[in-house]
């Protein structure tokens, strides 16, 4: 029986590390199959974010496109080429 109560307490234990971050990644963040993310940006200089973004779709072999500026982070699609701005 004690043995019981030890296994349950280690698994409750164990389950309880497991549990959701009330943090936020620190890094880029990809959102399920699709291929945008977000990605930290601290202070007002943006040229790291958008490094880390060219960086995570240059591994898939693609380009980095701003999605939309929320602030504190910045949400990136990568897509396989970029528009011409006119």
Do not use: I, W
């Amino acid at each position: 029986m004690r043995l019981l109560c030890a296994s349950m307490s280690v698994l409750a234990l164990l389950a309880g590390c497991n549990a959701t971050n009330p943090y936020g990644p620190s890094g880029p963040m990809a959102s399920g199959r699709d291929r945008t993310f977000s990605v930290p940006v601290y202070g007002p200089d943006t040229s790291q974010a958008y490094a880390a973004a060219s960086r995570e779709c240059q591994r898939m072999a693609l380009h980095a496109k701003l999605l939309r500026n929320d602030g504190s982070r910045l949400v990136f699609e990568c897509v396989s080429e970029l528009q011409d701005k006119p």
